[in-house]
């Protein structure tokens, strides 16, 4: 059993994505971004702390975070927590009636903040009409700078 990051952590997560986004649907892509947003919320422009530090593999993380995302929709869907519906562009995915009143019962401080950082980004993102997907473009550039200065100054120091 994987207790960080394993399907039933990532498909709470995504319930309270979706249930703050309720009655809106989500897709994959953008539950993969909120997701993300959602961890590491201090990255964004005004966002509250982050809940988990930064790692030295920040861009190999959206990688994996796709699968992780859709392993946590499987729980959902066969808990009856969420739905999915399909359109033109793809699966979407929506909180059931019984998403809120069962995260209701989840007390761990972790769910609260997670809740608090869910209603952050709704505010941002999803009633505003702001694509997160830029935000994640800038913070993907900030990783590349990132892994560029650092080769170049390993270069540096092997020249020395």
């Given at each position: 059993m994987t207790p960080l990051?394993?399907?039933?952590?990532v498909g709470i997560r995504a319930l309270v994505l979706l249930t703050e986004a309720f009655p809106d649907r989500l897709d994959v892509a953008e539950l993969v971004?909120?997701?993300?947003?959602?961890?590491?919320?201090g990255d964004f422009?005004?966002?509250?702390?982050?809940?988990?530090?930064?790692?030295?593999a920040?861009?190999?993380e959206l990688g994996l975070r796709r699968a992780l995302v859709e392993q946590g929709l499987v729980v959902l869907l066969r808990a009856g927590l969420a739905d999915m519906t399909t359109d033109e562009g793809g699966f979407l995915y929506g909180a059931t009636e019984e998403a809120a009143s069962f995260l209701e019962t989840l007390k761990a401080d972790?769910?609260?903040a997670l809740k608090d950082r869910a209603a952050w980004l709704a505010e941002h993102y999803l009633h505003d009409g702001v694509d997160v997907r830029e935000d994640m473009k800038q913070i993907t550039r900030r990783w590349t700078d990132q892994l560029r200065a650092e080769a170049t100054g390993h270069r540096r120091d092997e020249g020395q």
């Open positions: 990051n394993g399907p039933v952590e971004y909120l997701d993300h947003a959602l961890l590491h919320s422009d005004g966002g509250p702390d982050s809940l988990q530090p930064d790692l030295p920040g861009p190999g972790y769910v609260g």
